[in-house]
């Protein structure tokens, strides 16, 4: 499904959560045979970030939450709908989402939480848009939270390498942006291959099952090679638009051979591509708003700029954004 809606909506700011413990591609070889030159030729992770003990997808979803607010500048009771991204929820119920709106006093809120793993955010993100679309809302706060090393073995080095802990929170209003243009989003799944990537997270018939992350990594590959090049250019002709009128690129932060493949294909130049990757590794459906908090911090993020965002995993899903960034700058 793809749809380009004419608005004057924007994501007015951006806030992260980002565990302090690292873990480099060293500390993993001590552990699984592997070693810092493998994993960065295959993957470009140097390091990702860890939780602490007791901290959570809502404890770190919380943390970015309060801070997309404040650089916003808005008050809780501004937000209409919380929508949060995660595939590692510590609980099925009562959601994350719910549980953000009761912290940040965002009490008129509704709240929901969205399954589309690593395709999470830009699911959410679209979500947003038709909800401010269609009346339903004038201001969402999105968030994509993941605490995947409770469900990574660390024993498997086919994934262990791969993933990371964070999350990141954008707010998205209707009227920030000084005209109306087309806002474009394309959401779409092959679900014959979901087989191909699978996160354990509960019990089936009653026994518990190994909470970890199976993955078919030539399936995906070739998978993520060809739906990050088809779904940008189905958006850019969807919305009128052309790789000139796009300001910065944001891909889901997979593997650095995928986006780099992408990226070649599509002609962007590697300064409008934002990665975080080497830091962070694959964080699901947090990478692509911990992308933004980046580019935001460190001045890459001007205002009226055109984002693409492009997400894809599990599902196996894509989804694909080209929306105006309106915040204040850092």
Request: hydrophobic residues 45%; negative net charge.
């Amino acid at each position: 499904m793809i749809a380009a809606v004419e608005s004057d909506l924007a994501i007015i700011a951006v806030g992260a959560a980002i565990p302090d413990r690292v873990v480099t591609n060293d500390e993993i070889s001590q552990r699984v045979e592997t070693d810092d030159a493998w994993i960065q030729e295959r993957t470009g992770i140097r390091e990702r970030r860890v939780a602490a003990e007791g901290q959570t997808v809502t404890s770190l979803a919380i943390i970015a939450a309060r801070q997309a607010l404040e650089r916003a500048d808005i008050a809780p009771a501004e937000i209409d709908l919380i929508l949060t991204a995660t595939a590692s929820p510590e609980r099925s119920f009562p959601s994350i989402s719910a549980l953000v709106a009761d912290d940040i006093g965002a009490h008129s809120a509704g709240a929901v939480d969205m399954l589309a793993a690593c395709a999470g955010f830009a699911y959410a993100l679209g979500h947003a848009v038709a909800q401010i679309h269609s009346g339903l809302a004038t201001t969402v706060m999105v968030i994509g939270s993941e605490v995947l090393s409770g469900i990574t073995d660390w024993d498997d080095r086919g994934t262990c390498i791969l993933f990371g802990d964070g999350a990141g929170a954008v707010i998205i209003r209707a009227g920030a942006a000084p005209t109306k243009e087309n806002v474009v989003v394309e959401l779409g799944v092959d679900g014959s291959k979901g087989g191909d990537l699978v996160g354990d997270l509960t019990s089936r018939n009653g026994k518990p099952v190994d909470r970890n992350i199976r993955m078919n990594g030539n399936v995906v590959y070739r998978f993520a090679t060809q739906a990050i090049v088809d779904s940008t250019r189905r958006v850019l002709e969807a919305g009128g638009w052309t790789q000139d009128d796009v300001d910065l690129f944001v891909p889901h932060q997979a593997n650095l051979r995928i986006i780099e493949s992408g990226v070649a294909r599509l002609g962007f130049p590697s300064e409008r591509v934002v990665i975080t990757l080497d830091s962070y590794g694959n964080t699901s459906s947090a990478s692509i708003p911990l992308c933004l908090d980046y580019a935001w911090c460190t001045g890459r993020l001007q205002r009226g700029q055109r984002l693409l965002m492009m997400g894809l995993g599990g599902g196996l899903a894509w989804g694909t954004c080209l929306i105006r960034w309106m915040g204040e700058p850092a």
